[in-house]
Every structure is written in C-alpha cells, then in structure tokens.
C-alpha cells in the first residue's frame, strides 16, 4: 500500500527521462521520489522478450570487452547510491563497467534494445558524474560512457560531463525532491508507459478511452 519513503529517492532512470523531455510529466518521478510500495502497472508480456534481448547482447557486449584484456564488472556489481546534502539518495545500476588496465580508464557501458534516445545518454553521464562520489574505486577518476545498441554506439566521453550539465541535473533534481508537487500531464501515449496505476493517480488515462475520431479539429485556409 502507498505510503511516504523514509527518506527521498530516485532512481537515475527517472531523472533522464525527465532531463531529455522524454517525460513530460513530472508528477511521475515526483511521487516515486517521495513515496513507495505503491501499486505498479501489470508487466507487459513484451518486458520479457525485452528482458531476454538485453541480457543477450549484454552477454555479448561483456565477451567482447574481455577479448581486449579488459576486466568487466556486471548490472548488480554496480549498483551506487550517493546522497544530496539534502538527503534525497540518488541511485543507479549500469548495465556493464570495463575497466583497461593498460591505459587505466574505466568505461560505463548501457545497452539498449530499442531505438536511440536522448534520455539513453543522460542516464550513462548521470551514471559517470554519480560514481565518482559513490565508491572509493572511482573517486577522482574521470569515468567514459557508451550506450549500445544492437547495430550501433554512442559514446559518451567524460568531457561531456561538465558544469552546464550538473546545473541541468541540479534543476530537475530540484523539482524532484521539493515538498510541492509539479503538475500532472497526463496524455494518453504518456499514460499508457507510465508504471503508476489508477489508484495513485486517477487522472491517467487509458488507451481505450481515447478515441482519435473524437480529438478537436479544426479547418486551415492552405
Ligand atoms: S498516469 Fe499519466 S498523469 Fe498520472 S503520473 Fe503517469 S503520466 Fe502522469
């Protein structure tokens, strides 16, 4: 049953959607920082096959990095929390970190089985600007990243990581954790994604209700 956390949290998954646009509403990531064990969409039968594909080419991913000599820490052997001076916890779990020992850099890999996404490099350099100040083993290291998709890359070097990044993720990390909630806007693509149900937000609207024919139109004089 939905009750309020113990403590402010979010997961690095919901602030990158939130940065690139890719959610509009913020009322979402808002609730989830602030309150837990509430009631989740049912898992869509296509999580599965999505499940299996990711495990897949992260499989392959991991062989890949290991033939060039590197050493490969996996998913759960990643998992970070760091904390704000305001408490609110941010945590994150990066699909694969490589680490070369010739040159001494580590590399953030996430692999992705869908198509490219501006939120799929926020979420890699929120991953590369949090762990340094998560573990020991990365403190003061200047950490790469790479988003992989099944026929392509993006890298995402460290320089990416600077000041007029942080001050975006400060912002939107400041719209998560205040006390006041932001709006809702709730729309019937957005919805449908949104793993909240009905119970916790009873604006969401659902595909069925939507009816194309039924949408406003109007005539243009071209
Ligand atoms: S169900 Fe819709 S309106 Fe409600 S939080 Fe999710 S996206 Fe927003």
């Given at each position: 049953m939905t009750r309020p956390r113990d403590g402010l949290y979010v997961w690095v998954t919901w602030l990158s959607k939130l940065m690139s646009g890719?959610?509009?509403?913020h009322w979402s990531a808002w609730f989830k920082t602030h309150y837990t064990d509430y009631r989740t969409q049912p898992i869509d039968a296509r999580l599965a096959s999505w499940t299996v594909e990711h495990n897949q080419y992260l499989a392959e991913l991991i062989r890949k990095r290991k033939s060039l000599g590197e050493i490969t820490y996996k998913e759960d052997q990643n998992k970070f929390r760091v904390r704000r001076t305001s408490g609110l916890v941010i945590a994150g779990k990066p699909d694969l970190i490589a680490y070369n020992k010739t040159t001494g850099q580590y590399t953030v890999y996430d692999v992705k089985t869908g198509s490219q996404r501006q939120s799929d490099i926020i979420q890699v350099m929120l991953y590369c600007y949090c762990l340094p100040y998560a573990s020991p083993i990365y403190k003061g290291k200047m950490l790469d990243g790479c988003v992989v998709y099944k026929t392509d890359k993006i890298e995402v070097p460290s320089k990416m990581i600077d000041d007029a990044f942080t001050k975006k993720a400060i912002y939107f990390l400041n719209i998560v954790e205040s006390p006041n909630a932001p709006d809702k806007c709730p729309s019937s693509i957005e919805c449908e994604y949104c793993d909240l149900s009905g119970d916790d937000c009873p604006e969401k609207m659902l595909?069925?209700?939507?009816d194309d024919a039924k949408q406003p139109e109007g005539e243009i004089p071209l």
């Open positions: 890719e959610v509009q509403c595909s069925s209700e939507v």
